[in-house]
């Protein structure tokens, strides 16, 4: 399977008619298994691989697109995945790491370019593997993640020392269940954007996280977007792409000198 950037140099060298180039994009562009079709080009477009959502799917599908990834991009993340999924997915790419919390399967996670400051701010325990998945998929996406736990509003005082922790961040993910309150306390010290993440965490009244995902979309903090209920990979992926900014997805540096201009010092 060549790559994109090879299909191009052969066809710029002549040795690719226009007909074999646009074959052997639309070849290149996806790979064809026995219960997927895997999307080979979304890291051109979007900046990032392909990402597996596991629930449902079996070890063995799971596996073979893991394995298909990687060989194409280099890259893994396969959120909501269990062990049987980790077990069978660690027998083609035995580097790849199991992150138990969270439930996330990664590849090439410390090879990640990392910039920025994306804050992860997570009301209570219980929410902490949504949050964790938030700063799992923000950290395999190029940026730097802090995560803060435990700070909800039934203990404001909790939340004052990491005030200089939040004015550095270019985003800030908030995850909370029960009543959802924290991202509109959030929203209103700081001036970037803030990801909401409602949890089905709390009791009856709480329908699931329905309760907490009202009082978020009906915030009168400006600045707040909210993701649907335990959703970390949308909030930690958004949180990404406004760290990141215009750079995200180039393959230049995620930092540059500027030019200087003519006839200035």
Do not use: W
């Not at 410390?110 to 920025?116: D, F, I, Q, S």
């Not at 550095?168 to 959802?180: L, N, P, S, T």
């Amino acid at each position: 399977m060549n790559s994109l950037k090879e299909i191009l140099l052969s066809f710029k060298s002549d040795k690719m008619s226009v007909e074999e180039t646009v074959e052997a994009i639309c070849a290149a562009s996806i790979a064809p298994l026995a219960d997927a079709c895997v999307d080979l080009q979304r890291i051109h477009r979007k900046g990032f691989s392909e990402v597996i959502f596991c629930e449902r799917k079996t070890p063995r599908q799971v596996a073979e697109i893991a394995a298909t990834l990687v060989k194409a991009n280099g890259i893994l993340l396969a959120p909501r995945a269990d062990n049987s999924h980790y077990a069978e997915v660690s027998k083609k790419l035995p580097q790849a790491q199991y992150h138990e919390r969270c439930r996330c399967i990664t590849y090439g996670y410390e090879r990640v370019e990392k910039t920025g400051l994306v804050v992860v701010v997570c009301a209570g325990t219980s929410d902490l593997p949504v949050a964790e998945e938030a700063k799992i998929t923000a950290e395999m996406t190029g940026s730097n993640v802090d995560l803060i736990a435990d700070v909800g509003v039934a203990g404001l005082h909790r939340i004052v020392p990491h005030l200089d922790t939040l004015m550095k961040a270019r985003a800030i993910v908030v995850v909370a269940g029960m009543e959802g309150a924290l991202p509109s306390l959030i929203a209103g010290l700081v001036r970037v954007p803030v990801v909401a993440v409602p949890t089905s965490v709390g009791y009856g009244a709480s329908f699931g996280g329905l309760a907490p995902l009202l009082t978020m979309l009906n915030s009168c903090s400006p600045g707040i977007a909210v993701v649907n209920i335990d959703n970390g990979f949308g909030a930690g992926f958004f949180a990404s792409l406004v760290n990141r900014g215009q750079n995200y997805g180039r393959s230049d540096k995620t930092t540059k000198t500027p030019r200087k201009k003519k006839g200035r010092p």
